[in-house]
């Protein structure tokens, strides 16, 4: 896997508190990986995943192995189990998603449950401006992107098993249930004008209509494989959001990138689209409406102000970890650092869609 670029990019040796038996993985794989064979040797992912991510490597292939982190966890977090499911699921339907060698939910092998899967060789984009490309491959690589999340949200999720993986309905009542919760209950984070304004008029403006499908949860340019050379998705990473939610909310977070200034979180804010070779907004919106055979989207707008409040309330609950002194990082530092800009922007995009009503 060739990453592009950043903090996050590559692999490093494991990190102090990670480490795990090698020995007793090796013979589980030898039980449950068809065609493995040592020695096998273990790199830790940079990235900032919750669930720990591994490269393994062995003379023949590479695998790559996700697990629960050690220590005590929250209930229900970190459900390595519901990701391997998904992924299973999503491959039978066609779906470009790593192959999945197992499932370990035997907590004596590395102290943690863990699943295994293909190393998938590939690009990944850390900038949605995918630097150095020429304006038409880089309008190739959006169509892709665009036809992969049509084609999530067009898949049957109950022919393929997961008629059970989430709530059907009322998802966006549930979601700014929970994150109006989440921000009003940390008072050591405070309070923001912007979002004691969202808390209120988002409930109320709900757009009519549902339709449920089977949502990513963070589907961004950063979280897919591309192809060595063709603009094509080899595979969707990162599935610990996924649950049966609305598709046009799982739409909206992904093209929130082009309404993104940069620096909050990799964006388009300020781009030249057109000397890119970038779709404009409306554009890539129509292009998936036309893949989803759907006559538009009228509640867009909406959808775009609730995905930039559940960031912002993603944002104040790192505020507040922060403070308290549980998140210390450099990231976590500049997500609070951004948090009234974002608070902002969340409110300017419920004015698109008609604040005063």
Sequence with gaps: MTEQSGANSGTTTVREGYAFDILALDRWMKDHVDGFAGPLTIEQFK???SNPTYKLTTPQRSYVLRRKPPGQLLKGAHAVDRE????MALGRAGFPVAHVYGLCTDETVIGTWFYVTAMVEGRIFW???MPGMSPGARAAHFDAMNDAIAALHSIDFIAIGLADFG???????RQIARWSKQYLEDAE???????????DWLPRHIPAGDETSIVHGDFRCDNMIFHPTEPRVLAVLDWELSTLGHPGADFAYHAMMFRMPPHIVAGLGGADFAALGIPSEADY???YCAQRGLAGMPGYDFYIAFNFFR???????????????????AQARERVAVLPELMAIAWRQAERVGAGA
């Design 47 to 49: 990235g900032g995943q």
């Design 84 to 87: 391997a499911r998904v992924l």
């Design 285 to 287: 919106l129509s292009a």
């Design 311 to 329: 960031l912002a309330a993603i944002f104040h609950g790192i505020k507040g970890r922060v403070l308290r002194g549980t998140a210390s990082s």
């Design 189 to 199: 984070a405070g309070r923001d004008p912007n979002m004691d304004r969202l808390v």
């Design 127 to 129: 900038d949605a401006t």
């Design 167 to 173: 709530r059907s309905g009322n998802y966006f009542e």
